[in-house]
């Protein structure tokens, strides 16, 4: 594969309609996490009051992940994500609005960030069910690989920007371009026509019928429920150790400068990674997943072990590259081993596994840190994070899994 090839993609009408929305409202995401984080911060400088307000999102995104992945596979999926888009832009907006005007509360901030979770819970399965449906016959890992590509080029300014506005004129105004990123891009899939599905065979089913149908797919799979099962807690362990943790104690020692390089960092290694990716075809995605995602925990110990800017710049950079491969592996294991008509409500069933204890994690970290000390609870967690991706390639349906066509494919990798 080439950058050429990749390029190609685009071309395909639907797909590239697709990206561009998906570009747009990245854009004003890559800074949105950095503005809302200091924003929280502005008005209580606490992590757990930050704590809450992530905790807000996460919350109902479990709730109704399994209903958005019903839906998903109900209705045009890119339907959906517009759906989705449009209520994230105005509720976005109504935060931007609240902390450029000096109102925002805790209690508001944490009443529109349930919003957003509401929403992202209907957006996370139409998305992923979408890149198989529009994506060009024999072009999946190309198409994902150029997602991640553009992701991973905007974030790495993104959080910088983000950080300056912050200490210029304020996190509000983020947060408003973020708004009107996702409002661009839900009129931007106007253009998109998905092919048709196959008809269903049989009568019509309710939702607790699809719900349970999903399910059966899900424990049935053995490499499926397991990896999601180890993400319960690693996503736990990473929320809310890198996202509640991590940005007070960054204030009282790199900065929110220095926070943000870290953050740019984190996308800069995801960039790189991609790249490299592109002339790589991954034979074992899990296996390699696996592996790759357990240099997430090399940002915890650095953080723990010496809290300079430095070195917690290349501890991003590191974890930033390690979860794009996993990203990649996960997402070609998921899209040519689930069957579309199951395809949104499989990946609703990975969410929601993956998500159900970040809120935990959430709001457990900052209480563990008033007892243990931040560094304590930074060190700790990175030994855990690292022992559990370890513990899931004892599994051997993680280990053997292989993608459709890899074998014997020169460039592989193990």
Not at 81 to 93: C, D, R, V
Not at 251 to 276: D, Q
Not at 378 to 400: M, N, R
Request: charged share 10%.
């Amino acid at each position: 594969m080439s950058l050429r090839d990749d390029l190609g993609v685009l071309r395909d009408r639907n797909f590239g309609w697709f990206f561009w929305s998906r570009f747009i409202n990245t854009s004003g995401g890559a800074m949105a996490t950095v503005a809302l984080a200091f924003a929280v911060l502005g008005i209580d400088d606490s992590a757990s009051a930050l704590g809450e307000v992530v905790a807000a999102r996460s919350i109902p995104l479990v709730i109704f992940l399994l209903l958005g992945g019903v839906i998903a596979d109900r209705l045009p999926r890119s339907a959906v994500l517009q759906f989705s888009n449009i209520l994230t832009g105005l509720s976005q907006a109504a935060a931007a609005y609240l902390v450029i005007s000096g109102h925002a509360e805790i209690w508001m901030l944490i009443a529109l960030e349930a919003v957003n979770g509401s929403s992202m819970a209907l957006a996370m399965p139409a998305y992923q069910g979408l890149i198989p449906q529009l994506a060009p016959a024999g072009k999946l890992q190309q198409a994902n690989v150029l997602l991640s590509m553009s992701r991973g080029a905007l974030t790495i300014v993104g959080p910088s920007i983000a950080a300056t506005l912050v200490v210029t004129v304020g996190a509000g105004w983020a947060l408003a371009f973020d708004a009107l990123t996702w409002l661009v891009a839900a009129t931007m899939l106007l253009p998109v026509r998905l092919p048709p599905r196959e008809p269903d065979a049989g009568p019509p089913t309710t939702m607790i019928h699809e719900l349970r149908e999903g399910w059966t797919f899900f424990r049935g799979t053995t490499w499926l429920w397991v990896v999601v099962v180890a993400f319960c807690f690693l996503n736990a362990i990473q929320t809310g150790v890198l996202q509640v943790l991590a940005p007070p104690y960054a204030k009282h020692t790199i900065g929110v400068t220095g926070w943000g390089l870290a953050s740019s960092a984190e996308s800069v290694g995801l960039f790189v990674m991609t790249l490299l990716l592109m002339r790589l075809t991954i034979r074992y995605p899990l296996r390699t997943g696996m592996l790759a995602i357990s240099g997430l925990a090399v940002p915890m110990l650095v953080i723990g072990l010496t809290p300079h800017v430095v070195p917690i710049v290349l501890a991003f950079a590191v974890g930033g590259a390690t979860t794009e491969i996993f990203s990649l592996g996960w997402s070609l294991a998921m899209m040519e081993n689930v069957p579309d008509q199951m395809m949104s409500r499989a990946w609703s069933y990975d969410s929601l596994g993956s998500f159900v204890a970040m809120p935990i994690g959430q709001l457990a970290v900052g209480p563990l840190a008033g007892v243990f000390g931040d560094r304590s609870v930074f060190l700790g967690s990175g030994v855990v994070y690292l022992v559990i991706c370890l513990a899931t390639l004892s599994v051997p349906a993680v280990v053997t899994l292989q993608r459709a066509g890899a074998a014997g494919a020169a460039g592989s990798t193990a």
